[in-house]
Structure formats: structure tokens, C-alpha cells
């Protein structure tokens, strides 16, 4: 599975952006798919995860209000839905595939897309 993640960029507190993560070389039907996020010197951390069909999605204290993971299993794409972005956001954000979501076990996910960089401005 090749993963590319896009949509990041430059934007001001409060606003928003839609993060993709288009896979190819394989369905993503039967994975879960997680975004995580590695602001600079820091260690990657686990933001929000979908599980395989979409029923289950998981997502960290601190974007749950503001974060909305889903999937488009057709075009084979998931999406980060983030809004009232703050500063704390910066970071290089990452999907991934795994068979289970799982937050804190970057171990459990297979694949990794290239990252894409979120910039928020105060």
C-alpha cells in the first residue's frame, strides 16, 4: 500500500483544514486508518484513527472536539477534518494503515504516507 497524504498548509488560529490521505496498490476496505502528528522536538504522537467499514473512530483528548476522522472507502481516501485549529497543532502529520486502530503503538500500523505539514499561526 502506497499512502500520500495532502492538504496541509498555512493557516491563522481558529480556522480550518481538511487533511487526505488517498491510498493505492491496495483496497483500504479492510484496514484502519490513523493520523498522527509530530510537532518539532517531539515524539510522534496518535491524533485519531477509523476503524475498518468506519463504525469506530478514536481520537486523542486533545483534537477529540475539534477533529473529525472519516473514509471514503470508493475513491479509497480518508480525511482529518480539523477545525478551531490551534498553535499547538503545528506538526507534520502522518496517516497510516493498520489492521486495528491503535493510538499509542505506532507499531501496529504497517504503512506510512510521507507526511504533510500544518502550520498554525497565532
Known amino acids: 500500500v502506497q499512502l500520500q497524504a495532502s492538504g496541509g498548509g498555512l493557516v491563522q488560529t481558529g480556522g480550518s483544514l481538511r487533511l487526505s490521505c488517498a491510498a493505492s496498490?491496495?483496497?483500504?476496505?479492510?484496514?484502519?486508518i490513523g493520523w498522527f502528528r509530530q510537532a518539532p522536538d517531539k515524539e510522534r504522537e496518535g491524533v485519531s484513527c477509523?476503524?475498518?467499514?468506519?463504525?469506530?473512530?478514536y481520537s486523542s483528548e486533545s483534537v477529540k472536539e475539534r477533529f473529525t476522522i472519516s473514509r471514503d472507502d470508493a475513491k479509497n481516501t480518508v480525511y482529518l477534518q480539523m477545525n478551531s485549529l490551534k498553535p499547538e497543532d503545528t506538526a507534520v502529520y502522518y496517516c497510516a494503515v493498520g489492521l486495528r486502530c491503535n493510538l499509542h503503538n505506532e507499531e501496529r500500523y504497517d504503512y506510512w504516507g510521507q507526511g504533510t505539514l500544518v502550520t498554525v499561526s497565532s
Open positions: 477509523i476503524s475498518s467499514g468506519g463504525d469506530t473512530r
Open positions: 496498490g491496495e483496497s483500504l476496505d479492510y484496514y484502519a
